[in-house]
Structure formats: C-alpha cells, structure tokens
C-alpha cells in the first residue's frame, strides 16, 4: 500500500519536471544567443523617367547589436554590396553606383542609376522582376509593392535573415493604367506621347506630311529616270540608210586609211648537206699507190681524191 502511494508520488513529480523545463530553457536560450535570428527590413525605392531610365535608392536596415559587431565589415569589403546589383539580370547597365553606411542608425543605403530599366512594348511600358510580390498601394504616378524573403546573401555575410521588403515605384509624369502582373511579375504602364517643344502644327500632322514627302520623293524620282533616258536615246546615232533628222548636222566621214601591206617573211633555211661517206678505195687510180689510211681523202703521190 504504501509502495503503491510512493510510485504515485514520484509519477507526479515527475510530470512537474517535464512540464517546468522547456518554460525554464527559454530565457537560458536567449541569453547565450539561441533565439529568433537577427532580422532585415529594406526599403527598394525607384523613380523613373519618360524614356524609361530609371534612378534607384535602396535603404537596408539591419539590427542594431548585429550591425555594431559586423558593419564595419561593409568599409572595408564594399565590393560586398555592389556585387549583388551587379549580378541582378533585371538591371543590366549601373551607373553612379554609392554607398552611404550610418553606424548609428545601423542602415546601409545604396544609390545608382540604371538606363532603360523599363521596356516600352507593343501594349505599353513594362518593368521586369517582381515575380512574388503584393500589391499594397497603388494609384496616379505610384506603384508599392511588399515581400516577405529569407535572405542569404552578401547583405547578411552569408548568414540567413529573415527579410521584409517593400518596393516603390515612382511612374513617369503622366503616367497612367498602372497595373502588376502577377504571371509575369511586371509592372506595367501606360505613358502618352510627349510632344516636343516647338512641334506645333507639323509634329501634330507627321503621318500626313509622311506620305506626301514619300510621294513627292517617288515623283522626282520617276522624272530624273525619263529625263535620264531621253537623253540617252537622242545621243544614239541614225542607223544606216534612214533620213537624218530635221536640224541634225550630216555625220562625219569616216577617214580613209591606206590597205595595209603584208609583211616579208623569209624562206626557211636548207637543209645541210648529208655526211660523206668513207671510201672504200684501197690503191690509187691514178698512180696506183696504195691508200694506206682507210681514213686518208687524197693520195700521199698524186694528191687524186679517193673515191
């Protein structure tokens, strides 16, 4: 019985213990740096022009005690903060690229320009590269939108911070029919045509003065060729047998050339005579001395020739 009381009792205290101790890691977690991560907040504003160029301030706000021990850390390695922009497909082009860093606020803001940021298509201007966004506010020459990211980058030294970030996009003077896509994640909006300064009447009417300088071009044209070829058919001269033209001065006469004569070629030369052959005479026939040499011509007495 009283064995029984005992292991009820140690069953309770046991259960209290189980139910105390998460309560009791809580703080201890906290206090040797075990709780929720340090946080972002970034603020992504842009202001766009008419032809699509566009100037960006981006403002990150980090936590304080984080910022205090690794900010310094941004000085020293700014290439840090511009590779991220640079390595954004949707921006292209950078230019005036700053970096302004306040310890005390525990801010690093980030300023640039980025040319033809925004593509004028055929329904109208587009602004890429907001896939995963939310509308929250929106009307006139002003678009803002908001997302939620986890962030792992060179913004945070590699070391993953949750992110809230709210994009502002400042629409060109005139600007109307704003709307996001949310397939395509585009900003698109709609921007009348400026008329230029001093373009009054003529800037109004292009497409009509367009067409009649075409016309007047295609006409000038066809005159210069029939000119062109007028004249060319008057420089031909009359062919053989037909009556001159009234006004036409007679042709003038070919002159005569003497016939030429044929030139002297010389007979080719004769042929050289053939070898003699050796004679075969042994004594001669006039004094009958004898030869000799089968190769001897003339007689060593008489001088006769051997035939």
Not at 10 to 17: F, I
Not at 137 to 166: C, H, I, Y
Not at 274 to 286: D, G, H, I, V
Request: aromatic share 10%.
């Amino acid at each position: 019985m009283v064995s029984g009381k005992l292991c009820k009792g140690l069953l309770l205290v046991l259960l209290a213990a189980l139910l105390v101790l998460p309560l009791a890691e809580a703080p201890l977690a906290q206090e040797i740096g075990e709780g929720e991560p340090y946080s972002l907040s970034e603020d992504y504003r842009i202001e766009l022009n008419g032809l699509g160029d566009a100037s960006i301030t981006d403002t990150i706000s980090y936590d304080p005690d984080w910022f205090s021990t690794y900010g310094y850390l941004f000085e020293e390695n700014p290439n840090l903060l511009s590779r991220r922009f640079r390595a954004d497909t949707n921006l292209g082009e950078i230019e005036n690229f700053s970096v302004k860093i306040s310890h005390s606020k525990a801010t690093v803001t980030v300023s640039f320009d980025a040319p033809g940021l925004a593509y004028l298509l055929d329904d109208g201007w587009h602004l890429f590269g907001y896939a995963g966004y939310q509308v929250v506010d929106e009307g006139g020459e002003r678009m803002v939108l908001k997302a939620s990211w986890t962030l792992n980058n060179e913004f945070t030294l590699f070391e993953e911070m949750p992110l809230e970030e709210k994009v502002t996009i400042l629409l060109p003077e005139g600007a109307r029919n704003a709307e996001w896509d949310e397939e395509t994640g585009a900003v698109r909006y709609d921007l009348p045509e400026i008329t230029p300064a001093g373009g009054g009447f003529l800037y109004r009417h292009k497409s009509l003065f367009t067409i009649v300088f075409s016309l007047l071009t295609a006409i000038g044209l066809l005159l210069f060729l029939f000119a062109s070829t007028r004249k060319t058919r008057e420089a031909v001269p009359a062919t053989v047998g037909a009556p001159p033209l009234p006004g036409t001065p007679p042709p003038a006469e070919t002159p005569a050339f003497p016939p030429l004569q044929e030139a002297y070629v010389p007979p080719p030369p004769a042929p050289p005579p053939p070898p003699e052959e050796p004679s075969t005479q042994a004594f001669c026939r006039k004094c009958g001395h004898p030869r000799g040499d089968e190769k001897a011509m003339y007689c060593r007495r008489c001088g006769a020739k051997f035939e």
